[in-house]
């Protein structure tokens, strides 16, 4: 490997680790929390040195945060989100964050992976739980899902970078890398129950989207299937508690 080959591959995995988020709230807390480590702080021009930007200008100088301006159409670009960025927003070198690719050099693991769950409060409430229970990491694709933003960040109370995130383009590529892995998909039609399965080294739960379930494509690739035993006819649960009954299997 060339040296340009190797500082592209060096630069690239570390702007895969940036995590950007926005709100003067939420960028107040991030900086405040020295355990989470700041790239970049973005302000637009049009914001006024006074209440929540006075704050957020002292925070960053006392850390030593580099700050860029930006006029406001450059800023919601970065953002991605106009309406709710309040001329703020801040980059985050995530050491949770990382590309699927690295799970194939782990021996074992226990993953929830996550299908077109749209819902950003789902996911941070998704994530805390697994943060607390028995689960390694989520495998979550960048395409057809909930970003990461200032609502994850609230849904999950401050468990967001405690737990390893896997992301990947298309989640079916990723299942199909991760040879050896029990793979399982939460099915009504399943005859096995969630507590009755003993665990192997490797083992994956996938969870799908919140009203249509998992897709064909991510079925195919599932090689059993689990029930979630219920009583009274209640047919289903919504997928953050289902997502907690995983994380704290035995």
Known sequence: ???DSKAYREKKAF?????TLY??????????????????????NSNKPDGAI????LLAKERGVAITHHDKNALSRI?????????????????????????????????????GIHNPQNLGMIIRSCAAGNIDGIILPKKNSAKISPLVVKASAGTLFKLPIYFCEKL???LRELNGADIYALSLDAKESLYDIQTSEKTIFVL??????ISPDVAKLCNKKLIIPMNRGVESLNVAVTAALLAFMK
């Open 79 to 115: 953002s991605k989100n106009a309406k709710q960025d309040q001329g703020v927003a801040i980059d985050i070198i995530s050491k949770s964050y990382a590309h699927a690719s690295e799970l194939q050099k782990l021996t074992s693991y226990r993953l929830i992976a996550l299908e």
């Open 1 to 3: 490997m060339n040296e």
């Open 54 to 57: 006075k704050k957020i200008l």
């Open 208 to 213: 799908g989207n919140e009203s249509e379930g």
């Open 15 to 19: 702007f895969e680790k940036i995590i």
């Open 172 to 174: 079916e590529d990723t």
């Open 23 to 44: 709100g003067r709230n939420v960028v107040i807390e991030m900086l405040q929390d020295k355990s989470i480590e700041i790239h970049k702080l973005h302000m637009a």
